[in-house]
């Protein structure tokens, strides 16, 4: 016989998942409803006028996928593109790159526009494209590129795509819910997330909204969509009020996690959640580099939910992470692709995003620095975090 599960108590501060609210996870418990049970659609409704709010749109289709934020990003490209279109794809980092290679498995034809990792994508680049290429179906490209820790400037890309009549496809997997996004304010037409990150919910859900224009792109497809699990037109007939036709079972209990978080953020408010997770960055990073580390992104193209940050030479990347979270029970990332072993990716995402949790880490870091040898006198970096924070309260 197995054991019953005794798990650690994890401090999760890497690129997700984040910590999840107990009431999240009290919603998980609930008991199971039929996903065509009338109290269920009802719940479904609630979560789809939530995310409207939270992405700020009126775009009626407004849903969770099911799946991680990889469905999200597959549903958007599978269900927009058909062989022969030809996309742009802005890549400086891990998920732009997934971006161009899902558009290529759609048959699409994916014009990577690049900038280095840890850098924005100019929109001039995008322009200049634009300016000297055909039609273009659609722009796509990430809001919060969670392997570099860039913010990318979306509503200068979105007015582009309008002028010259391109779909605009953007990953706000890991900003939704820590900084803000304007789906309709910034033209977006195709936007997924997650629910594991700012939203701080288990992994098992896409939140997900389509434009009317997007809406009317599918419809008008001349090849049926590749996938049958993420045929938005027949997802569709089970969330509209209208129809409720089964399609695939929802993930129940996924779906009453998720309504639940969505009440937290509700209840915390946009504009105070966002200042959060500013403050709470800005602690960290003084507290980093005080340390020695340097982030990656430019000061002012920095994410508030993830800091990237190189690690001074005298730190072993493997080793202190370990320690980390063996004797602290702390997660943080580590790099990937060109920057694996040499940045740090940590994560103050959702409910992970607290002071408590920063004077933690830089605590822990210092104990580990000080027993190495690779820091001489304790206290810098939880003086220079607190100074952060002084500043915030008396501003
Ligand atoms: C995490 C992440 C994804 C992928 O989400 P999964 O939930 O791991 O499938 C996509 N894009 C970005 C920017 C991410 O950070």
């Given at each position: 016989?197995l ?9 999760l ?12 996870l ?8 039929g ?10 409704d ?5 995310l409207?709010?939270l ?5 009626p289709?407004?849903?969770a996928?099911?799946g ?25 980092g891990?998920f732009?790159a997934?971006l161009a290679?899902l ?12 900038a280095?990792?840890?850098?924005i994508i ?5 322009a200049s ?9 659609a722009?796509?490209m990430v809001?919060a590129?969670?392997?570099t ?6 509503e ?13 496809i953007?990953d706000?997997?890991t900003?939704?819910g820590?900084?803000?996004?304007e ?13 594991q990150?700012?939203l701080?919910c ?13 809406v009317a ?12 699990y ?20 929802a993930?129940?209990s996924?779906?009453y996690?998720?309504r639940?978080a ?7 408010g ?19 580099i ?10 002012d193209?920095r994410?508030p939910m993830?800091?990237c940050?190189s690690l001074p ?14 004797t602290?029970?702390?997660e943080?990332g580590?790099?990937?692709g060109p920057?694996k ?11 992970s ?10 605590n822990a870091l210092?104990e580990i620095?000080?027993?190495s ?8 970096a939880l003086q220079?975090?607190a100074?952060?924070y002084s ?5």
């Amino acid at each position: 016989m197995l054991q019953d599960l005794n798990l650690p108590r994890r401090l999760l501060l890497g690129p997700g998942p984040s910590l999840v609210h107990p009431r999240v996870l009290r919603a998980m418990a609930m008991p199971l409803l039929g996903h065509l049970d009338p109290i269920f659609l009802g719940l479904m409704d609630d979560i789809q006028t939530l995310l409207r709010w939270l992405f700020a749109t009126t775009n009626p289709f407004s849903i969770a996928i099911s799946g991680t934020g990889s469905a999200g990003m597959e549903a958007a490209v599978v269900n927009l593109i058909e062989p022969g279109d030809a996309v742009i794809v802005g890549i400086n980092g891990v998920f732009g790159a997934r971006l161009a290679t899902l558009v290529e498995r759609c048959g699409g034809k994916a014009i990577r526009v690049e900038a280095p990792w840890g850098r924005i994508i100019e929109p001039e680049a995008i322009a200049s494209v634009l300016q000297r290429s055909g039609p273009m179906k659609a722009v796509a490209m990430v809001h919060a590129e969670t392997s570099t820790g860039v913010w990318q400037p979306i509503e200068p890309v979105g007015r582009l795509c309008r002028d010259y009549n391109a779909l605009f496809i953007v990953d706000t997997v890991t900003s939704l819910g820590g900084a803000p996004v304007e789906v309709d304010q910034w033209g977006i037409d195709a936007c997924y997330s997650a629910t594991q990150k700012c939203l701080s919910c288990p992994p098992g859900l896409a939140p997900f909204t389509l434009s009317d224009r997007a809406v009317a792109a599918i419809k008008n497809r001349r090849t049926p969509c590749q996938s049958w699990y993420l045929d938005m037109a027949l997802v569709s007939d089970y969330w509209a009020e209208q129809t409720r036709a089964y399609h695939h079972t929802a993930p129940i209990s996924m779906l009453y996690a998720l309504r639940e978080a969505l009440r937290l953020v509700e209840e915390e408010g946009m504009v105070i959640r966002h200042a959060r997770h500013r403050l709470n960055s800005d602690a960290l990073i003084a507290g980093l580099i005080a340390l020695g580390f340097d982030p990656v992104p430019l000061l002012d193209q920095r994410l508030p939910m993830l800091s990237c940050v190189s690690l001074p030479a005298s730190i072993d990347d493997a080793a202190v992470r370990a320690r980390l979270l063996t004797t602290y029970g702390i997660e943080i990332g580590g790099g990937l692709g060109p920057l694996k072993g040499k940045v740090w990716r940590i994560g103050l995402m959702g409910e992970s995003s607290t002071e408590a949790n920063v004077l933690t880490l830089l605590n822990a870091l210092e104990e580990i620095g000080i027993q190495s040898g690779w820091l001489s006198t304790p206290g810098a970096a939880l003086q220079a975090a607190a100074r952060v924070y002084s500043c915030a309260a008396t501003s």
